[in-house]
């Protein structure tokens, strides 16, 4: 069966801000297609780039299986690519980057290494321990409250690295959530607090894009 590269996707009135979209390990869904329709339905332009390069796991074992052995230099050029070119395709201006576990550690670390051409970071339950130095982006970051990929002290590491240099910053932790609680492809998936953190993050992208 042969899998999509990427989706792309426009708002009925041409091009738009460009929104870069990074899914997790369980690659990319029905459900972040989904997502991608609902930020063209805002007005954006959306480019999701299969950083899993065709695999959909059937458990989270097997998609922890393939993350350990995904070449992290062919991650990380895609991501890159993935994000000039959406820039070429969208409006003038800067784009933002929304991504979810794995994809939320790279968008993090894509903003720093685009500094001139990311304003926004979303990060659903991802973390980096970079230097965050030359950023120019705002950052919104979702934290589940139990979280066995992300400790406490991860996350406070990276929030106190981020304010050390000014950034704009705004970290919630989600009462009562685990781990791909924004995610409907695993079995922590909280449709409630999603749809909360989810309309956060429109409203920060209205902002920032």
């Known amino acids: 069966m042969v899998r999509d590269l990427a989706y792309f996707i426009s708002g009925d009135r041409g091009p738009g801000p460009g929104v870069l979209v990074l899914h997790s390990f369980w690659g990319l869904t029905p459900s ?13 332009t959306v480019l999701a780039p299969d950083i899993n390069f065709g695999e959909l796991p059937a458990s989270e074992q097997e998609a922890l299986d393939h993350l350990g ?9 895609l991501v890159l690519s993935s994000a000039k070119l959406l820039h070429e395709k969208s409006t003038e201006g800067p784009i933002g980057i929304v991504g979810f576990g794995m994809g939320g ?14 304003s926004a970071a979303v990060s659903f339950y991802g973390s980096q321990q970079i230097d965050f130095a030359g950023s120019q982006a705002a950052y919104l970051i979702h934290l589940a409250e139990d979280d066995d990929y992300v400790s406490d002290d991860e996350a406070a590491f990276m929030e106190a690295t981020m304010r050390l240099e000014d950034l704009d ?8 959530t685990r781990h791909g609680f924004a995610e409907p492809d695993g079995d922590t998936f909280d449709p409630d607090l999603f ?7 429109l409203a920060f992208l209205e902002k920032r894009l």
């Open 32 to 44: 972040v297609k989904s997502l991608c329709d609902d930020l063209a339905d805002h007005a954006y």
């Open 69 to 77: 052995k995904a070449d992290p230099n062919r991650l990380a050029s």
């Open 105 to 118: 550690s790279l968008a993090l670390w894509a903003s720093v290494r685009l500094a001139k051409l990311v």
């Open 169 to 176: 910053v705004d970290v919630i932790r989600h009462p009562g």
């Open 195 to 201: 749809d909360t953190a989810w309309a956060g993050t």
